[in-house]
């Protein structure tokens, strides 16, 4: 005997919505056979004889085939929205090219004078005694500049992120979210500081086939401090100037990570210079300091390891995070290497490394950090929005296409040249130790400079994009590899340069005299 339904008139939708394990929808998904079993409580009950079939029933096996298509419907439409290769309709915020510019601008010439400033404080140490006594200290500098890019513009950018989806508007989720950040930062800078001076020993320790193990215990103290202090001061300032940015209706992601590449390098390598000459001076001495020191940051770690825990955010980056962060120091180390062996041949490139790195870095930070907040409104994870019709583009697509992001790449792309001719006249006016730039070695420089950020920026919308699909966050994960790449491709452009310019004809050690 067949099941009635109700008689009310919101037949069919009392009983859609409920559970599909009730009487009814067993009913409606049994509906494919030639008769109707009413399921109840899951078991099947014993199909009693079919009795004739009147006009009402009719009408009910009608209404009960309805019902039936409508779940089928409500199914495919969650199937459909589940698919990765579901399309999310866009709205993307519309800013002019004179508004970017306006905002870039400020900020990344604030940010070259840390980058001058840094450059300068490297071509001096580089003749103290640390660094030519234990020259594997010149393969921390680009590992721990590139902190600023592993945490530090990866912190701004998650922050602007969240900002601009108004996730920080209450103070009791502003607070829980810089808590845990800052100890998620703490965590990661340990993490990386340790293995940044391991690997700066085994880079040094190859070549010679010579280990000091006082050398090891320096390298590696100096790291976790530099890293630590570092890391936490720049912390505190991208979180305030990300709350300041909302309060005065500015985009953070336009004006957080510069001010992180301005303050970062400089901070970062007189930190590194500071602390790695006072353990030097006290290997003879106090012999204990150096063990001490990592001992103390090892003990530390758990405690940033359970705050960081408290937050779903910092939870799920201290959970799946690391690949990217220590990836991208590897990366960074590559660097070192290269400016290891370079310094010596060319002093002068030592001023311009952290300039051209710092540049590089800094602007492709910058559309990194928007690209990925226009994904996190636009589409959901593992959907490209429906203006993408591909995910790999040609140069001419992502630079000269009409989108935002082809706008801002054409923006900062012309910020190059005059931002390095600026930076350029402040370190020779200045009169740093090894330069007085000739027309050919800018020529050089400047073309190592732009194709440096040619190269990153279309690197970055492809690959911003491609984690997406993945359901991988950009935030997280793109802007450690792209600061990375650009420290390898700085390092290895600027060394090409000086070892062209000494080929053709200059035949001092110091290009650029």
């Known amino acids: 005997m067949i099941r009635r339904p109700p008689r009310s008139t919101l037949f069919p939708y009392t009983t859609l919505f409920r559970s599909r394990r009730n009487s009814m929808i067993g009913i409606i998904l049994n509906s494919n056979s030639n008769s109707y079993k009413p399921l109840m409580n899951g078991d099947a009950m014993t199909e009693p004889p079919t009795p004739p ?4 029933d009719d009408l009910e096996l009608k209404n009960l085939e309805d019902a039936r298509l409508l779940l089928q419907g409500d199914d495919s439409e969650s199937r459909d929205s589940q698919s990765p290769e579901c399309k999310v309709e866009t709205v993307e915020p519309d800013e002019t090219a004179c508004t970017i510019a306006w ?3 400020i900020p990344f010439l604030i940010a070259g004078l840390g980058m001058v400033g840094a450059g300068l404080v490297l071509d001096v140490v580089q003749h103290w005694e640390v660094f030519e006594m234990v020259s594997e200290v010149f393969i921390l500098v680009p590992a721990l500049l590139g902190l600023k890019g592993n945490l530090e513009m990866t912190l701004a950018s998650r922050l602007s992120t969240q900002a601009n989806l108004g996730r920080m508007d209450t103070p009791s989720e502003m607070w829980r979210m810089v808590i845990g950040n800052l100890a998620l930062v703490q965590c990661q800078a ?8 391991m690997a700066a020993v085994i880079m040094g320790w190859i070549p010679d086939g010579v280990f ?3 050398h090891a215990f320096l390298l590696c103290a100096s790291s976790l401090v530099t890293a630590s202090i570092a890391s936490f001061v720049l912390g505190v300032i991208m979180i305030a100037v990300v709350l300041l940015s909302r309060k005065c209706s500015i985009n953070p992601d336009n004006v957080a990570t510069p001010i992180a590449a301005s303050l970062g390098d400089l901070t970062t390598l007189s930190l590194l210079a500071g602390v790695s000459s006072a353990l030097f001076n006290s290997l003879d001495k106090q012999i204990w300091l150096a063990p001490s020191i990592i001992l103390v940051f090892l003990v530390l770690l758990p405690i940033w390891i359970m705050i960081a825990k408290r937050h779903p955010i910092t939870r799920e980056v201290l959970y ?4 990217p962060v220590i990836s991208a120091m590897g990366i960074s180390s590559l660097g070192g290497l290269i400016l ?14 952290p300039v051209i790195n710092g540049v590089g870095g800094n602007l492709v930070a910058v559309q ?11 589409a959901d994870p593992g959907c490209l929005p429906t203006h993408l019709d591909r995910l790999c583009v040609s140069p001419c697509t992502s630079f000269f296409s009409k989108d935002n992001h082809a706008r801002t790449s054409r923006v900062l792309m012309l910020l190059v040249v005059p931002g390095h001719l600026i930076f350029i006249y402040m370190i020779t006016y200045v009169k740093a130790g090894h330069t007085s730039p000739s027309p050919l070695f800018v020529c050089i420089y400047m073309l190592a400079a732009s194709l440096q950020v040619f190269l990153l920026l279309y690197i970055a919308r492809i690959l911003i994009h491609w984690m997406w699909t993945r359901s991988i966050d950009p935030d997280n994960s793109a802007i450690p590899y792209l600061t990375a790449l650009g420290d390898l491709l700085g390092t290895a452009l600027l060394a090409v340069g000086f070892q062209f310019l000494y080929v053709i004809g200059d035949k001092d050690s110091d290009v650029g005299d």
């Not at 079939?53 to 009402?56: D, G, K, P, R």
């Not at 340990?190 to 001076?197: D, P």
């Not at 799946?320 to 690949?323: K, Q, S, Y």
């Open 190 to 197: 340990t993490v990386v500081g340790f293995l940044a001076s």
């Open 368 to 378: 990194a950090s928007r690209i990925s907040t226009s994904l996190h409104q636009t």
């Open 103 to 105: 905002q870039v601008s």
């Open 212 to 214: 000091e193990v006082q």
């Open 320 to 323: 799946r995070g690391w690949t």
């Open 340 to 353: 290891d062996y370079t310094v010596s041949s060319f002093p002068g490139i030592a001023v311009y490394q």
């Open 53 to 56: 079939v009147t006009e009402s």
